[in-house]
């Protein structure tokens, strides 16, 4: 079969790849593009975890997108819901017509002499077999996320084979499992264990939350009563606007009095926990992390329902280490022994970059830890290639629309000058490189060698305040004599990579 030329390929039908495929319809609405996601059907994590409360971790209001209004009443809302709103802005707007369901991208190189990627897929046939397909595209849009859709990460305990019971990962939630009645052991901190416990509760399960370290809880209501008024007083796109743009300044608030005044952040927090527990509860050691708040995600709790599971007895919460996986459940390393007839592994992510794609400049492989972001969108001397990563602070939504309206500028000005390759420039030999992320969750810690470096100023630099990438993206000119537009290949594509490693 011969391949597929197109102008733009994007990879993945999740929140990025449909705002993805919205900018270029609407923007650059010349260029011929297709978007291939690997499953049977769009939504990405919204269509693959099925864990029960599955609900999102920031507001509707930013992580919606900037061109469909969010319509339910809840500010938080559950994962089926969300999958709907996905659904109905694919169907609404017509993006569907692009999805190519079933094919997995395994590798792209750029060929230098063609200027464009050839990319080997794979494609699930209607049988169920698999075939290769080939598609050249001239530039190449990664929008699949940031770790892997086929696992979880599951640390390796002593013994787990002698447990008795159903030891299961959240992202692999089994289909009707019903745990009414039961003894429900959920392991891990953070925003899925925060998650499943109330809801577990609440089917009638006996939880225990176990974790090794607590995390910062930010109670907030489940309805935005603002919002509701401003719908009712306004136009419903205006409403939206003005919604989002005060939810965006309340969480970039928040996230800067974080690092500029963390102890008071803390203290605020902290305060919001004790009073959602019964009188004389004891924090310590349940809800006292031993870091600064925003080093890690901080969990929403809409309408402290966790708080609630926790003083109606529902649940409790175990602050201790594994020793071993028992018959009966698990050994802790105080002694305690938690009797389970489930346990559940909320244990986090397994991150990959660029869709777990092998990815190569004109043959030479490129490693995604060895690349240099450049303005959070492309990479240090790779031509015609960007990639969506949202915020860790904030909605990744906003970060995603504002990455597609970037890459339909650059697109734009190809067209506009007659150029067909931009190559970003590497920092100087001044520029200090940094870590992609300060965040010193687990997910990120095992995985920091896999994801790109940043620079320490200019373009090489990431933001983490959406007004600061706004005006970068949106304002700023496309042409800033560091992405470099051309007729030919950038000079040097090999020996540009060399010096990022």
Request: proline share 7%.
């Amino acid at each position: 079969m011969p391949p597929e030329t197109l102008d733009v390929l994007v990879i993945g039908a999740g929140i990025s790849g449909l705002s993805a495929a919205w900018h270029l319809q609407t923007h650059c609405p010349d260029r011929r593009f297709a978007v291939l996601e690997a499953r049977p059907t769009l939504g990405g994590t919204w269509s693959l975890f099925r864990y029960p409360g599955f609900r999102s971790d920031s507001d509707m209001y930013t992580l919606g997108f900037h061109f469909e209004p969010w319509r339910e009443r809840s500010a938080i809302a559950r994962g089926p819901t969300i999958l709907q709103y996905l659904r109905e802005t694919a169907r609404g707007h017509g993006l569907e017509r692009h999805i190519r369901y079933g094919v997995r991208v395994r590798s792209a190189n750029w060929n230098p002499r063609a200027a464009h990627w050839d990319v080997q897929a794979v494609r699930t046939t209607a049988e169920g077999a698999e075939e290769g397909v080939t598609f050249h595209c001239s530039f190449l849009f990664v929008c699949g996320g940031y770790y892997r859709y086929d696992r979880g990460f599951q640390p390796a305990f002593e013994d787990m084979a002698s447990f008795r019971g159903l030891h299961v990962h959240a992202q692999q939630w089994p289909e009707g499992l019903d745990c009414r009645g039961q003894r429900v052991v959920v392991i891990g901190s953070g925003a899925t264990a925060a998650t499943l416990v109330p809801a577990l509760a609440g089917q009638g399960a006996q939880v225990v939350l176990l974790q090794r370290t607590p995390s910062y809880y930010f109670i907030v209501p489940g309805l935005d009563r603002i919002a509701l008024l401003l719908r009712r007083l306004l136009p419903a796109r205006w409403a939206y606007a003005l919604t989002r743009r005060k939810n965006v300044a309340l969480a970039a608030f928040l996230f800067r009095r974080s690092r500029s005044r963390p102890e008071k952040v803390r203290s605020f927090l902290l305060k919001q926990v004790a009073k959602a527990l019964p009188p004389g509860y004891d924090l310590e050691p349940n809800f006292t992390p031993p870091y600064g708040p925003w080093e890690q995600r901080l969990c929403l709790v809409p309408d402290a329902d966790l708080f609630q599971a926790l003083s109606k007895g529902q649940a409790e919460v175990v602050t201790d280490r594994i020793e071993r996986f028992t018959a009966e459940g698990l050994r802790l390393a105080s002694g305690r022994e938690l009797q389970a007839d489930v346990i559940v592994s909320a244990t986090g992510l397994e991150l990959q970059m660029l869709g777990g794609m092998q990815l190569s400049v004109d043959g030479v492989p490129v490693e995604p830890g060895r690349l240099v972001s450049y303005k959070g969108v492309m990479y240090g001397g790779v031509p015609n290639l960007a990639a969506t990563f949202g915020y860790v602070a904030a909605s990744w939504t906003l970060k995603a629309d504002l990455t597609s309206q970037y890459v339909c500028r650059v697109l734009n000005h190809l067209r506009d000058t007659g150029t067909r390759i931009a190559t970003p420039g590497l920092p100087p030999d001044g520029v200090a490189l940094k870590p992609f992320t300060d965040f010193s969750s687990g997910y990120f810690q095992r995985a920091m060698h896999l994801l790109p470096r940043q620079g320490a100023e200019g373009p090489w630099k990431l933001f983490d305040r959406y007004a600061d990438d706004r005006r970068r993206l949106l304002e700023e000119p496309v042409d800033d004599d560091v992405l470099v537009f051309g007729a030919a290949p950038a000079a040097a594509p090999k020996a540009e990579l060399a010096q990022a490693a």
